[in-house]
T-cell receptor
Framework: AQSVTQLGSHVSVSEGALVLLRCNYS??????LFWYVQYPNQGLQLLLK??????LVKGINGFEAEFKKSETSFHLTKPSAHMSDAAEYFC???????????FGTGTKLQVIP | DGGITQSPKYLFRKEGQNVTLSCEQN?????MYWYRQDPGQGLRLIYY???????QKGDIAEGYSVSREKKESFPLTVTSAQKNPTAFYLC??????????FGSGTRLTVV
């Protein structure tokens, strides 16, 4: 069975500082990995995904994530936080792109002016 | 523009009442999903469907029912058997390449 662990339910950063949101996964097969963002009372929006190939994945809004198989991690980073980045972020894993996806419990990012 | 439409945005249910949440997509995606979101618990899968006229139970299907008569539509019924239905419900669709497209959600409250 696949699972996702997001370390830290709340993360605070100063505007302009590095954003680092941690995600570790478990999967019995090579995983598909995703990061989604959710603004209040809205659906989730795909930030980026890893399927195969290059382990450093670039997404929208300046975010990127690196797949590290040896560490079973897929941490999300952004060099400089912006106020508009304040939202909840979800890491997710699936055994293939077409199969049901398992989500982490989410990390709420607060950006301090 | 293509996307997923969920309606209504807010829904109030009385005790013992069945309610149906609508989900329509014009993305030509084969697979559709229903998730329930509660604070601090992430998203939990209720039902999913990969082709028309076929669907499978997810992790928390008890008290819910679905149908998939058309590729574009995947309505969710919250029955009176669901004892704690107050939550935010999200519908999603996907292609074989992966990555969900989500609707904007329906917030259901029991009154």
């Amino acid at each position: 069975a696949q699972s996702v662990t997001q370390l830290g339910s709340h993360v605070s950063v100063s505007e302009g500082a590095l954003v680092l949101l941690r995600c570790n996964y478990s999967s019995s097969v090579p995983p598909y990995l995703f990061w989604y963002v959710q603004y209040p009372n809205q659906g989730l929006q795909l930030l980026l995904k890893y399927t195969t190939g290059a382990t450093l994945v670039k997404g929208i809004n300046g975010f990127e994530a690196e797949f590290k198989k040896s560490e079973t991690s897929f941490h999300l980073t952004k060099p400089s936080a912006h106020m508009s980045d304040a939202a909840e972020y979800f890491c997710a894993v699936s055994d293939s792109g077409y199969q049901k996806v398992t989500f982490g419990t989410g990390t709420k990012l607060q950006v301090i002016p | 523009d293509g996307g997923i439409t969920q309606s209504p945005k807010y829904l109030f249910r009385k005790e013992g009442q069945n309610v149906t949440l609508s989900c329509e997509q014009n993305l030509n995606h084969d697979a559709m999903y229903w998730y329930r979101q509660d604070p601090g618990q992430g998203l939990r899968l209720i039902y999913y469907s990969q082709i028309v006229n076929d669907f499978q139970k997810g992790d928390i299907a008890e008290g819910y029912s679905v149908s998939r008569e058309k590729k574009e539509s995947f309505p969710l019924t919250v029955t009176s058997a669901q004892k704690n239905p107050t939550a935010f419900y999200l519908c999603a669709s996907s292609t074989r390449q992966g990555g969900y497209t989500f609707g904007s959600g329906t917030r259901l409250t029991v009154v």
